[in-house]
């Protein structure tokens, strides 16, 4: 069995993820978002769609951008 990086549960069915060279090991998709999605630059929150950016600043959406400053960004349609 292996174990989760985040909750460090043991569970049979856990799964790996490579990312940026790097192995990560995850029981659910939870552990998986928590540890490897980006964050809002703004608000905090994991961003697990596409978010929008501006140079290498990211937000959850283009409400956060504008409240942030960011001008021109709109959420995909």
């Not at 993820?17 to 978002?33: I, K, L, P, S, Y």
């Not at 490897?36 to 409400?63: D, E, F, K, W």
Request: proline fraction near 1%.
């Amino acid at each position: 069995m292996s174990e989760c990086e985040v909750c460090g549960n043991s569970y049979e069915h856990a799964f790996q993820v490579r990312m940026n060279g790097q192995d990560h090991t995850f029981d659910c998709f939870e552990c998986a978002v928590h540890k490897l999605a980006p964050s809002c630059s703004r608000c905090g929150c994991r961003i697990m769609g596409h978010g929008v950016q501006q140079n290498q600043t990211i937000y959850c959406g283009a409400h956060c951008a504008r409240q942030a400053g960011a001008a021109g960004l709109a959420d995909h349609v």
